[in-house]
């Protein structure tokens, strides 16, 4: 089981930190109401497809759990080849099932901005600023993420079979999760807001505010 875990927090670590922005063609062929319902419907698709993986998910490492704890296993090649196969349809499913649940989140996040109604009263640059405060929070919530996912890895990469490394490991990639999926979805968010955008100088340099004391020194003392 410890393998297992450690494989497939190595894999969505890899398949965070290495992922690439995929440009989509039909951003630009249709209009704001008609491309976020699509990206509605895909992302509650994809939502769906993502549960049932984890589903087989839990079940094979239930499964694997088991089979690893029976008193007297049963001899032969084609048994002794269990737990490894339920490994890999665990490592394989979860993975997968991030990866999709990860997608839906960024696709969600751009419907929410293009079926967004804009007030009458919206202020120029609003979106810019708003847009900005998205990429900002996706890139901090991702490093945190990688980092706590990272640290799980190597928790359960320690040899041995002590148990609070193996439990810390798994908190860690736990806690790891939610913010992974939330930077997926303000990216997405970021996405539509900054499409059109061109972004000043200003933004990625910020103004370092320094606080003024003013003082009054009396040059005649009044009697």
């Known amino acids: 089981m410890k393998k297992i875990l450690l ?10 930190a290495c992922a690439q922005k995929i440009s989509d063609p039909t951003i630009l062929k249709s209009s704001d109401q008609q491309l976020g319902l699509r990206l509605l419907r895909k ?6 497809v993502s549960y049932i993986l984890m589903g087989v998910a839990t079940a094979a490492a239930t ?13 032969g090649f084609y048994l002794d080849l269990r737990p490894a196969a339920l490994g890999i349809v665990t ?5 997968t099932s991030f990866i999709l649940f990860s997608a839906a989140m960024k696709n969600s996040g751009k419907s929410e901005m293009l079926l967004r109604k804009k007030p ?4 120029p640059g609003y979106e810019l600023d708003l847009g900005m405060k998205y990429r900002r929070k996706a890139r901090e919530q ?12 190597l928790l359960l990469a320690i040899p041995g079979e002590s148990s609070a490394t193996t439990t810390a490991g798994v908190l860690a990639i736990g806690a790891s999760t939610p913010f992974l ?4 979805k303000n990216k997405g968010r970021a996405t539509v807001l ?12 910020k103004p370092i505010g320094l606080n003024s004391i003013s003082l009054s020194i009396p040059l005649s003392n009044s009697r």
């Open 7 to 16: 494989v497939l927090s190595l894999a969505v670590l890899v398949e965070t």
């Open 43 to 48: 992302s509650k698709k994809q939502k769906a």
């Open 63 to 75: 499964m694997a759990y088991v089979i690893a704890k029976e008193p007297e296993p049963e001899e």
């Open 91 to 95: 490592a394989g499913s979860a993975v």
């Open 120 to 123: 009458l009263d919206e202020t």
């Open 142 to 153: 991702k490093t945190i993420g990688i980092f706590l996912l990272g640290s799980g890895a």
């Open 181 to 184: 999926v939330n930077a997926s």
């Open 194 to 205: 900054l499409k059109k955008q061109s972004i000043p100088f200003s933004y990625y340099s």
